[in-house]
């Protein structure tokens, strides 16, 4: 069971997220205004780079913009638990030695004590997200059943990967739980609200090449449409 996780079906995971983020971001592509979006990118593409940019590294940077300053608390969780989130599983040791198995890549490892960190980290933040997710009206009228969904996919693999490395309960149940859940997660990436792994850089470039060209950004109005 084992072998067929860590082989064939990471294959089949791997395959099925790039194949899907691929077609939803060219599906994005597709839905741009022709006139109104297209033909301005294209035509200032300074202009419009620049735009994207500043708008992609002021959400990718904690406290860069008033957004993160106004609610530093969550700021603090959003940010820890998407680090741990990303870091943990592409910088375990154990995955970095099934990344050499099965795909001849020699990939860096993080110490266990700092995955230990990152993990304990992240769950911290993800209850801190649920609660607020409960107790707040604002923010509880819009969630929905998904959501609580993918946050539990999300938080799944790092539950499971604990126990194993800490040996707690049955190591095979808890093992192959953790496989299952981890290809679960990488395979739900586009039809999900995971699809925000690139769907953020897609959605903030293009409000930034907006905001860059046509709302003010270009100080004069030469505009193609």
């Known amino acids: 069971m084992y072998e067929m996780l860590t ?3 990471l294959w089949l995971a791997f395959a099925i997220a790039v194949i899907g983020l691929v077609v939803r971001t060219v599906f994005y592509i597709q839905g741009l205004h022709w006139r109104l979006d297209r033909v301005a990118y294209t035509a200032h593409p300074a202009a419009g780079a620049k735009g994207a940019i500043r708008s992609i590294l002021a959400f990718l940077i904690p406290f860069a913009n008033h957004s993160w300053r106004a609610k530093p608390g969550f700021t603090i969780m959003f940010f820890t638990f998407h680090i741990g989130l990303l870091a943990v599983p592409l910088f375990l040791e154990g995955h970095a030695v099934i990344i050499m198995e099965r795909f001849g890549i020699a990939w860096p490892a993080m110490s266990m004590a700092a995955a230990d960190f990152l993990t304990v980290a992240m769950l911290v933040a993800a209850l801190g997200i649920a609660m607020r997710r409960m107790l707040l009206p604002e923010v509880r009228i819009v969630t929905d059943a998904k959501d609580w969904i993918v ?9 499971t990967g604990f126990m194993v490395v800490h040996g707690v309960g049955d190591y095979d149940f808890w093992l192959l739980t953790h496989i299952v859940s981890g290809l679960a ?5 586009p039809f999900t609200k995971l699809f925000h792994v690139v769907g953020f850089f897609w959605s903030r470039a293009q409000l930034g090449m ?3 060209i046509k709302r003010g950004g270009m100080k004069y109005k030469s505009f193609d449409w």
């Open 210 to 212: 907006d905001f860059g």
């Open 151 to 159: 946050l539990v996919v999300s938080v799944a693999p790092f539950v």
């Open 7 to 9: 082989g064939p079906a």
């Open 185 to 189: 997660w990488i395979a739900l990436l």
